[in-house]
């Protein structure tokens, strides 16, 4: 039987690296091994988005666009791809659609040839404005279900996203399963389903936390997907996504047709091998994040939202009422019409779930941001809220009509004037609504940098 063509994106740049460590991968790092990595033959790169952004500019000094241009420099030949969470560009909040029209035109301008497009609760809505824009800046819209289980998420539902997006223009649809919570036998039965009913090529993305990923993915591309996200093995496993090496192999054993070079895959892992283990010396890379871990089967939790609710008790001293936490979470996500748990309902869930054990009485707190999303805020829920809590926790509060993005007022103008000389670009305009303090704080420290330097011109070491 002649095997189909898989594709691969690398991920070692964006979410192994945010995995992993954290995000704090800088540029320099990685810089010598780009060369190489233009010659492997990748479908695309993942190196921009989702964490990377804020990182950059909060921890890193570097600013974000510029990393950008420089790997495009150096990755002519390779397609470089961003994950954008819809609405919300890379933030928590929903953003008025001049900005992010504004930030998609820059990306695609700066280098991005993809950008994976997904909303956490898979409200098409939240996606439509960067698709069309996407779409409009001449690059490839990829529309992103957030895979979750629960009673109301039906392969028919997510059939019915696929063929809305498809719809909007999307040229690739993704499967993405941020908690490495899929099956194989959920893998194939979704690639099916979806080859069966949209005319495009589909990509899955899954994390090795359960160490399901191997047999979903082998499943997956049974079921004739596409496109696989793998990240080079020094980076691989754990809670970020299989080895590319070993999916290569495998594949390759198997018949399918793959286009990567072995010889150059194998610098590349010569190379990270050592900056891995740079890594675990200094303890930015804890080696439980490689390590397998199945309780997030056994909770259906994604594994980061598990020690959050760790931490979380631990710091409120109340430690033993995990377990309480525990069966609680699954009750806040049904209260709440079964959000995906996904940044950031996955934390608004968690926190929740913490109160309503701490206070002894279910929604007696309530954050904002939970009142934001009974506001409808973050947009339709999978299934509609409780409606006796959604009233307990609104009160009198009206709910948002239609689209929020709609109720925004354009954006961008006036933080370019209110930033005056300080931005030196859209791409600085654009960071600072993103990312305010953060930004601020990087400009501020920009401006010394160069102040230094001048100094230094003028008037020599003395
Ligand atoms: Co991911």
Redesign the pocket.
């Known amino acids: 039987m002649k095997q189909h063509k898989v594709s691969f994106t690398e991920t070692v740049l964006r979410?192994a690296n945010q995995?992993l460590i954290a995000t704090r991968l800088p540029y320099d790092k990685f810089e010598p091994i780009l060369e190489t990595i233009n010659k492997a033959g990748y479908y695309s790169v993942e190196c921009w988005g989702g964490a990377t952004f804020d990182v950059c500019l909060r921890y890193l000094h570097e600013d974000p666009w510029e990393r950008l241009r420089k790997i495009k420099a150096k990755l002519p030949n390779t397609k470089l791809q961003m994950l954008l969470r819809g609405q919300n560009i890379l933030g928590y909040k929903h953003y008025p659609d001049d900005v992010v029209r504004k930030f998609v035109e820059h990306a695609v301008k700066n280098g991005i040839d993809i950008i994976r497009i997904f909303d956490a609760l898979n409200d098409t809505r939240n996606i439509k404005v960067a698709v069309e824009e996407t779409v409009k800046r001449g690059a490839i819209a990829s529309g992103a279900i957030s895979y979750t289980t629960s009673p109301v998420h039906t392969m028919a539902k997510y059939v019915e996203q696929a063929k809305e997006m498809q719809k909007m223009g999307v040229s690739t649809i993704a499967i993405?399963d941020?908690a490495g919570i899929m099956g194989p036998q959920e893998a194939y039965d979704l690639v099916s389903a979806l080859k069966d009913s949209v005319n495009l090529p589909i990509v899955i993305?899954t994390?090795s936390t359960t160490g399901l990923a191997f047999m979903t993915y082998l499943k997956a591309v049974e079921a004739g997907v596409d496109v696989i996200d793998t990240a080079i093995s020094p980076f691989s496993g754990g809670t970020s996504q299989p080895a590319t090496e070993t999916l290569v192999y495998a594949l390759k054993q198997l018949g399918y047709k793959v286009d990567l070079k072995t010889d150059v895959l194998q610098e590349m892992a010569d190379y990270f091998k050592p900056l891995r283990n740079e890594f675990l010396a200094d303890g930015t890379l804890n080696p439980i994040s490689m390590a397998t871990d199945t309780n997030c089967l056994t909770y259906q939790i994604p594994g980061g939202m598990l020690s959050n609710l760790i931490s979380q008790l631990k710091m409120m001293n109340a430690l033993d009422r995990l377990d309480e936490a525990l069966l609680e979470t699954p009750k806040v996500r049904e209260d709440l019409g079964y959000p995906p748990l996904v940044t950031p309902t996955s934390q608004m869930v968690g926190v929740q779930a913490v109160q309503n054990v701490l206070a002894g009485e279910r929604y007696k707190n309530v954050g904002a941001e939970i009142k934001a999303y009974c506001r409808g805020e973050y947009g339709r829920t999978p299934a509609p809220i409780n409606p006796e809590i959604k009233k307990q926790i609104l009160g009198d509060t009206p709910e948002v009509e239609g689209r929020f993005a709609d109720t925004l007022a354009p954006a961008f103008r006036a933080a370019r004037k209110e930033l005056g000389d300080t931005a030196r670009s859209d791409e600085d305009v654009l960071s600072y609504i993103a990312f305010p303090q953060v930004a601020q704080k990087y400009f501020d420290w920009r401006k010394a940098q160069d102040e230094k330097v001048v100094k230094y011109t003028i008037e020599p070491v003395k």
Request: net charge neutral.
């Open positions: 979410d995995s993405k941020m993305h994390h």
